[in-house]
């Protein structure tokens, strides 16, 4: 493993010439971080653009034979006025220029949206002092779209040999033919992630606007804490109950690499942010959490299917997975009683199959009785490395849920005894992330 | 609906003398109580015989030809101790002379093991000085061995129409060609049961040596309390996990015909037992129960089997349930992770299909690693057809379980909503189940 640092910098980190020096003061505080991989600029203020979104546009555009002029100088004008605000050389008007003389309606809509990354990078590696590094050069595709993991760790391991610091912009790199292709899912994540497995990175810095990946949804509990040190393991809990956190593709190259993956904030770089990696050892600082974090999606319906002795006709369970299979109806849950089964789906994804479903399970399940829908269940997951080996966290979680009137209407505890999931009513659905918040963590 | 009261007395009630006089104080303590049905003598100390296997071995002697006249004369002497310190007339040696004379290798068994009720039915109705209903004249099967309801319910409702108080032996019937056929399951607690839908009795008082149906295990929780009054749901979910109740087929005619089923004990007759019912009404002096029972069974095994995002993959459930079908391995609870399924099966119908059915999950499923088992899982069901309108149920349950160390393995709640299942450590089994007793009983 070497020293090197990778910090991959997203949108709002390179938005106007301000964020640009909060990233110079990051970089040359700690010599390490000397590969910086960079998205296109985003938003300065919530009406504003996003580069990409401008370019994508500008490509409808030319796509209908509509000219885009007007479009690409504001995306120039971007560009050029960091530049200007930076006092650096870069001629941003003669690369517009050139690239504006090549644009058709047949122009490739991969090479014109990354062009946002290129531009950023162009600007960000002369105002560090940094070598240029176009993806283009080396993050490379198969033809089947996969990334070419070998020949791109080769290529990115060449260029740090030379010793001086990279700049590589994100989001893109080339198929065998040369031409530009864009990353489906995860954007410049993967750019960085790729960077820092190439080099083996001591650190994967994932510089953003929040202070790490936070506990609990900030538009439900005011100011929620960031996650100091969370898994993979727990991360995908959350991300599948709702939080908003990396794609988990996107950092596949760091995980595999068992490289620590850190969410750090440019606005706040004294922050230590959250750290994300495979494994922990136990930390005395943190022996008294509980749990990691709280997510939770709303609008479940509950499928209750009766049939009496299930644990002797577990056929009946079966074709009901069959019929649900069939329409792609995915199942969250499966709870049993002795003379019932309950089967747990996202109701959007049920409600367009209900009639169907309802039909098949008349026609293939010998069911005693009608089946019941109950709609409007919301599932919380409490997620937590350490919950299997604290007895007391199932306690804490229902006792604080019971003195506040929750109603519980399911439990589950997750196989991998990393998450404790609780079904409440849609209405309670706020409160009992609150709640359970303020519990844990207070 | 009539006034009549169906009393069955079990075994231990008609062990001796003695419990004979208990019996008669408690049906002249109520006019009402004027239909009995008895089972054959039981043991009177714990070393004793219970009638009915005496009979059973008789019927052994037989068919292998040895004499039985030691065996039979023991029978006999028990009934005729009885007559005598009762002071009662009844022929009891001119019947079993009849019988014996009958007896050869190919004498019905049914017939044989039916005396013991038989006889207890003849002393009682003297004794009583009711009349003596055979239950071969009144309780009549099909040829296919079903319960003849039509006819039984005329037979029994046409006796009792007479006025007079009636006695009817339990546990057997007979055929449309006459022979007589004993019940295979529940014995005389069906018998009784029939008679009390026949006359729509206004409460079915099935007498035996306990005061009701205990909450807890007695050899588990010392001095456990009766439940005062439980659905048959609920008496469903105790007996599936282990607690010792009523056969369900059983009481099926008068849960069907909605009599109330009173579980009492002949030697204390001033408690008022257990009342069985379909639903009760709620009852202020018991608001503030949480749980009606707790019962458990030990040696569970968890299969947990690992596919990368399992609700994307349910056939991967699909086939390994099929495959536990197709060992006629019972599957009691499904437990759902985000890359795993767990299912839990009793250990010992497991372990006995293990190998054959890890080698078909290879086969079938496309699992992603292996498949992890472990074994020494307890499971214990707390209970309570209010658990699903207290929210504070499962808060006290997991504080109670949590403050005594007892780490929770698993969790569900019911799809049906009475009943929440901890799965413990095989371990920690008789503590959880004294600590919940003492949480939610004291």
Redesign the interface.
Known sequence: MSMSKVCKFGGSSLADANQYRKIKAIIESDPNRNIVVVSAAGKRFSDDHKITDLLYLCHAHLTYGVPCSDILNTVRDRYCQIRDELGLQCDIEGEFAKLEARLNKNFSVDELVSRGEYFSGLLMAEYLGFAFLDAAKCVFFTMDGQVDLERTYAAIRGASALGRGLVIPGFYGSLPNGKVKVMSRGGSDISGALAAAAVGASVYENWTDVSGILMADPRIVKNPNAIPRVTYQEL??LA?MGASVLHEESIQPVKDANIPLNIRNTNAPQDPGTMILSHFEENAEESDRFITGIAGRRDFS?I?IHKRNI??H??V??RA??I??TYKV?????????????LICASASFAEFQFDILSDLNRDCKMDGDVDITEGLSLIASVGRKM??R?????????????N?????????????IS?LVGVENKDFEEAIRVLYQEFVG
Chains 1, 2 share one sequence.
């Open positions: 995908r809990e599948f509950v209750t644990a002797a577990v056929d369970l079966r997975l069959k649900f299979d995915s199942i969250e849950q499966i709870s049993m009683g002795l003379d019932s089964f309950s299997s080996s007895p007391g966290t199932s306690a804490k979680l229902f006792t604080a849920l019971g003195d009137h929750i109603n519980i209407r399911t439990i589950f505890q997750s196989s991998d005894e404790i």
